[in-house]
């Protein structure tokens, strides 16, 4: 009985740990603001929730998932071919802002065992 409440605490600690130290994309990438260089029916725009990052190029064409760790190949291509991707954004700078803050936070880490990257990689 006495190992099954310590198993309960820890699992309830772990919970508490992992819901404090979540990143809020909204908030910690895109300055608060759920549309980063342009407004949201105007494209090229980012798309920012609270878990969710979107790159809208247009009203059909859109990259999804961009605050997960897997997609940092595809954060890296974005960043070095922005031209072709939001270049005509009112405020393409803000973009390229987010994104790189969203890059250096899930892919330069070594956290996640990774090789950690130069900023000139970007």
């Known amino acids: 009985m006495f190992t099954v409440k310590i198993a309960l605490f820890l699992t309830a600690l772990a919970l508490l740990i992992l819901t404090v130290d979540a990143v809020n994309v909204k908030k910690d990438y895109c300055s608060n603001q759920e549309y980063v ?5 105007k494209y090229p725009h980012l798309h920012c929730g609270k878990n969710f990052l ?4 247009s009203k059909t064409r859109h990259v999804n998932d961009l605050h997960k760790y897997e ?3 595809k954060l890296n291509e974005i960043l070095k ?3 072709n ?3 005509g954004a009112a405020d393409s700078k803000a973009i390229t802002e987010a994104l790189k803050l969203c890059y250096e936070d ?3 880490s070594d956290s996640n ?3 950690v ?3 000139n990689e970007l």
């Open 81 to 83: 071919d922005w031209q």
């Open 54 to 57: 979107t790159l809208s190029r």
């Open 117 to 119: 990257k130069s900023k």
């Open 71 to 73: 997609y940092c190949n």
């Open 37 to 41: 260089g342009n407004r949201g029916s």
């Open 106 to 108: 899930l892919c330069t």
């Open 113 to 115: 065992n990774q090789t």
């Open 85 to 87: 991707y939001y270049g």
